[in-house]
Structures are given as C-alpha cells and as structure tokens.
C-alpha cells in the first residue's frame, strides 16, 4: 500500500427554518439594515428555536443527511470529531450525543473548540488519525448554537451570529485528490479581545456572573478585525507559495463567513477573483465552525473532481489556519 491520504468523499449542511433578519433586529436593538450590511454584508440569518435544541441537534441533521447521501452506515464510522463552542453541555461531548442519535456505536468521538477556526483543526485531526491508517472514515462536523451565548443587547456583536451545522465524510485515499497540506497556528494575544468570561472553572455560573453578563460573547471588533484581516489572508497566501500555487491555479476559496469585507481582504491578497470566492454570509451570518462546511455544501454541485482549493479562517483565541486540498468528486 502507497501513501495513505484523507480525501473529502462527502459534504451535508443544515441550518434552522427561523430567519432572523436585519428588519427584525432593528426593532431590537438601535441599528439598522443599511448599517449592518455595509459593515458586514449580512442580511439575515438562522435561529434555532424550540426548548432544550442545541448544537447536537443542529450536528446530528447535518451528519444524518451526510450518512444518508453517501450510503455510509452508522456501523462503518470509525470515528466523529465536532468543532464547536457552544457545546450541548459540558459532557458528554456533542460529538458523543451527534452518536448517539445516529446509532453510531464504538467510533471514537470528541469535541474540539477552536472557535471560528474549529472545522479546519478538526479537518487535520480527523485527516491524521486516517493518514496513520488505523481508521478509513471519519465524520467532521462544525455546530454552532451562537444564538446561545449572543447578548441580544449588544448591537455590535448580536447582528453577526446565526445558527448551523455542516459535515464531512473523510475517507482513506492513495490518490492525488485529497488534503494536501495544513498550517493551523495560534496566539494567546487574543484572549483578552473576544471572549466569554463565564461559565468555566475560573468563574462558575452564579446570580452575581449571569447579572454581570459573563456568559454572553464579548468581543473588541476593530482590534479583532484587524488582527483577522492579517492573519486570514497572511495564512491563505503562505500556503498557495509553500505548495506553489498562482491566484489563477485555485478553483476556489473557501473562506470563515465572519465579515465580508475580511473574505474581500484575503481573496485580493491571494489574487483570487471574487467569482471564485463562496460567499453565503448574507443569508446565514457568521455561524462560527460550522461557516466552512456549509459553503462546501452549498457549493458542491460546482467543484469539480481535482479542483484547486483553499480554506481560510480566522477565530477567537487567537486561532487561525488554511487548508488546500484537491476536490475528489
């Protein structure tokens, strides 16, 4: 047996039926409809509603319309990793309970939070465990719930977040269209710039931190676009010249759904042209892990088999990283 890579044999998505728009927050908090789309060039987004749903019920649709399109069985999953910050509690993993409602049973599964750069650390763990050669298929899902922690209070941060899922299929593979190369990178510089302060060992929830708003998302959005705008478009470039490729040699490039003029920002540095940009910002906000995979999902239809592709993102932590890969379908 030759070199063993992992390939993406299969992409699925979901996102909830409630649409959140710019109209309706408007009568929320003081902003308006013009205001959020020339800063974000979001113009809706999606809400998960309905008592005790969250993201495992966001992770298990998109991985069940996954199993379901690739003819996988739950049997032939040999493992599960979820890419998420808003995890369904604290444990077990989403990933266990995504499992769980899917009869998945003996896979290994975990959650891994990276924040906005979440699916592609979870893209190389999962390629890795296949690249060893102990494992053939491997389910990664990005779930986000971000309507769970948004302070819909704050009209600088409750106007980018939505709800969604999506999901892969990695598969075994010693062909040339596969995951080619990886760089994932990060910096502590960022935890004092977007954050949650609550809810972990060092401030446990009690009435005093849910009245301060610890549990809600903070973020410094100037400081944290411009460290975004670098480093997503820096990481972006840095791989098409370690694997020496030219603007016009990528397909497409994928890129976090957080801000459209930062995905405007890394495709000019790439020499990308916008054509060749997926873009679904407008309708589904920023959905933090899950951005990725639903732009692999509603794109499918137009990568074709060895197709040139990047994906970039920027998240909390700091977290960053970008991914070129060769489409194999």
């Known amino acids: 047996m030759g070199n063993i890579g992992a390939a ?79 995890p369904e509690m604290f444990f077990p993993s989403t990933a266990n309970l995504i499992c769980d409602n899917l009869g998945i049973r003996g896979a290994f599964s975990f959650d891994l939070a990276a924040a906005c750069s979440g699916f592609l650390y979870a893209l190389e763990t999962g390629s890795n465990f296949i690249r060893a050669g102990n494992q053939k298929k491997i389910i990664v899902v990005g779930a986000d719930k971000m309507s769970s922690i948004v302070n819909y209070n704050d009209r600088n941060t409750c106007i980018l977040f939505g709800d969604g899922a999506g999901a892969v299929l990695l598969e075994a593979s010693e062909g040339e269209n596969i995951i080619k190369d990886t760089i994932i990178r990060s910096d502590g510089v960022g935890k004092d710039l977007i954050y949650i302060k609550g809810g972990g060992s060092a401030y446990p929830p009690t009435h005093e931190t849910i009245e301060l708003g610890y549990h809600h998302f903070f973020q410094d959005g100037r400081s944290v ?24 040699d990528i397909a497409y490039l994928v890129p976090h759904q957080a801000n459209m003029r930062i995905i405007e920002a890394t495709a000019n540095r790439m020499a990308v042209n916008m054509d060749k940009v997926t873009v679904n910002i407008q309708k589904y906000g920023n959905t933090t892990a899950a951005t990725i995979p639903l732009c692999l999902w509603e794109w499918e239809d137009k990568f074709k088999k060895g197709d040139n592709i990047i994906l970039a993102a920027f998240g909390g932590g700091f977290t960053w990283g970008s991914i070129y890969l060769k489409w194999a379908y």
């Open 8 to 86: 993406i044999t299969g992409v699925s998505g979901y996102v909830p039926d409630y649409v959140l728009t710019n109209r309706e927050l408007e009568q929320m908090v003081e902003t308006n409809d013009e205001w959020i789309r020339s800063r974000t060039g979001i113009s809706e987004r999606r809400i998960l509603k309905g008592e005790g749903m969250g993201s495992a019920y966001l992770g298990t649709q998109a991985v069940k319309a996954l199993l379901e399109k690739t003819g996988t069985r739950p049997e032939e999953v040999d493992g599960l990793i979820c890419a998420t910050i808003t």
């Open 225 to 248: 676009f411009k460290y975004a705008v670098k480093s997503m478009a820096d990481v972006a470039v840095e791989i098409m010249k370690r694997n020496n490729l030219s603007g016009e």
